[in-house]
């Protein structure tokens, strides 16, 4: 089998993540006719089909969905061999592909975005904002070099992460809600009422749920739902009690539990097997000392 061609490539990935040939047309900046013969190229070099073609509805075949991540991994293998080479002169420049959660996002990076863009105008960012699960997915699979996100609680395979904050939590209602003028809360009491939380496929979800799971206490989650401000509005409103970090909590009540700690650690994570750019290299350094000067 030829060598697959990395135009045909970029344009199998680009139908497979928009479901529309036009729409990937539109994407790459190519005519239709020119992603279809991409595509018919491939097919040849592969000798199957990568697509279904049904009522103007693109499906992946089994052939495509075993094409898919190692398409990726060729391009970005690619990629990362162009930048290694320009890499070499030691400049800092080129494109940085990070992935941020939307928490961290919104609430601790700013300030780095701006001092890095302003010191290093060579780079580009290629920033996705992403559940911090699905981080680590876009990590090992070479889609982002790095990812700032919830670090999980367990050590993954491929992955180095980097602490960078500890993130404390705090259990908080409205100053509407009966447990607001409470001196000392227990989690039997907390279990009372409507919570809402994340879902427990999040890191969060799950260090909360494991907390209440420890004192066999049962959660009444009413509202799950992963995005932390949207938590914040509903709790400000009256709906439930929820726990958010302490950096959110302006406008609530702290609700006071005796004798729990609850906490998050947010960091970098980056594949293992992956040689980090000078870009990349150059912004966790700036993440890094930055943390020890800021809680």
Not at 58 to 71: I, K
């Amino acid at each position: 089998m030829s060598l697959l061609d990395p135009l045909a490539l970029m344009a199998f990935i680009a139908v497979t993540e928009n479901s529309s040939f036009s729409a990937a047309a539109d994407h790459l900046h190519l005519t239709q006719p020119a992603v279809s013969k991409r595509i018919a190229l491939l097919e040849s070099q592969l000798g199957t089909k990568v697509f279904d073609r049904i009522k103007r509805k693109v499906f992946l075949t089994e052939a495509g969905r075993a094409l898919l991540p190692n398409a990726r991994l060729i391009l970005q293998a690619l990629s990362d061999a162009k930048q290694e080479v320009v890499d070499l002169g030691g400049k800092i420049n080129g494109t940085l592909s990070i992935a941020f959660s939307h928490h961290i996002g919104l609430h601790r990076l700013p300030p780095y975005l701006e001092r890095f863009s302003q010191s290093y105008r060579e780079v580009n960012f290629d920033i996705n904002f992403v559940d911090s699960e699905q981080a680590y997915d876009n990590v090992l699979e070479g889609q982002t070099e790095l990812a700032v996100i919830t670090l999980s609680p367990e050590q993954q395979t491929n992955i180095i992460a980097t602490p960078l904050w500890n993130d404390p939590l705090a259990f908080v209602c409205s100053p509407e809600h009966p447990l607001h003028l409470r001196d000392n809360v227990t989690l039997s009491e907390l279990g009372k009422f409507d919570a809402i939380l994340p879902g427990e496929n999040t890191y969060t979800g799950k260090i909360v749920a494991r907390l209440f799971s420890r004192q066999n206490v049962k959660l009444n989650t009413s509202i799950t739902t992963n995005y932390l401000e949207t938590i914040k509005m509903m709790v400000s409103i009256g709906l439930g009690w929820t726990i958010l970090p302490k950096t959110m909590i302006s406008s609530l009540e702290e609700i006071h539990v005796p004798d729990i700690y609850i906490e998050r650690h947010l960091g970098i994570i980056e594949h293992s097997g992956r040689k980090s750019s000078n870009a990349a290299a150059a912004f966790k350094s700036m993440l890094l000392q930055g943390s020890k000067t800021k809680p």
